[in-house]
């Protein structure tokens, strides 16, 4: 089946280590985001890749960067951990033409990541 | 800008009863609207999307939502709850415009289901 993956599904890492988490989709979707969700609390946008165009949110903190090699792979590193940073972080894709639409995001199972 | 309002952090109903989950939104274009529910420790599934073609959209597991422009609102319903739909549920809101399409999530409701 056509899926999202997350790998790790749980991750630990220690405050100030860098830290990368994976996302593979088999969906072959034009368009990657990364979500930061903390508990209780809605998922946040932290940046999405059209294609290998790069978009930050204006508030994602510098210590989150993001890679895409090609269209099937996108990585979130986190330089310097910090306790703040602990969270559930979820991958979503998404096929984004130039007409306006109503593409559905379909989600990962997320990466909890702890920080010691 | 965008956004949607989900009123009642936590809803509790009981296994049998009517489901009401309400979502307001404020959008200065017509939205796209959708409702994802997600499990403990998982990620977010589409429960149904709203994209213009009709208002009382059906989604998967027995859902439903109207889109009411009037009152701003695409409540959730079900009318029998399930031991299995406690979860957490968001409602989104989208522009859909093109490469700059982005969901904005409201903060999520609760809902746990009384035997």
């Known amino acids: 089946d056509a899926m999202v993956i997350q790998n790790p599904r749980y991750q630990v890492t220690q405050f100030g280590k860098p830290v990368t988490l994976s996302c593979s989709q088999t969906?072959?979707?034009?368009?990657m985001y990364w979500y930061q969700q903390k508990s209780s609390q809605a998922p946040k946008l932290l940046f999405h890749y059209y294609d290998k165009d790069f978009n930050n949110e204006a508030d994602t903190p510098d210590n989150f960067q993001s890679r895409r090699p090609n269209t099937s792979f996108c990585f979130l590193d986190i330089r310097s951990p910090g306790l703040g940073d602990a969270a559930m972080y979820l991958c979503?894709?998404?096929?984004?033409?130039?007409?306006?639409?109503?593409?559905?995001?379909?989600f990962g199972p997320g990466t909890r990541l702890t920080v010691l | 800008a965008q956004s949607v309002t989900q009123l009642g952090s936590h809803v509790s109903v009981s296994e049998g009863a009517l489901v009401l989950l309400r979502c307001n939104y404020s959008s200065s274009v017509p939205p796209y609207l959708f409702w994802y529910v997600q499990y403990p420790n998982q990620g977010l599934q589409l429960l149904l999307k709203?994209?213009?073609?009709?208002?009382l959209v059906k989604g998967i597991n027995g859902f439903e939502a109207e889109f009411k422009k009037s009152e701003t609102s695409f409540h959730l319903t079900k009318p029998s709850a399930h031991m299995s739909d406690a979860a957490e549920y968001f409602c989104?809101?989208?522009?859909?415009?093109?490469?700059?399409?982005?969901?904005?999530f409201g903060t999520g409701t609760r809902l746990t289901i009384i035997p």
């Open positions: 979503a894709t998404s096929r984004v033409g130039s007409q306006r639409g109503a593409d559905t995001q379909y």
């Open positions: 989104a809101v989208s522009l859909g415009v093109g490469v700059d399409e982005k969901l904005t």
């Open positions: 709203y994209t213009s073609a009709a208002t």
């Open positions: 969906l072959n979707h034009n368009v």
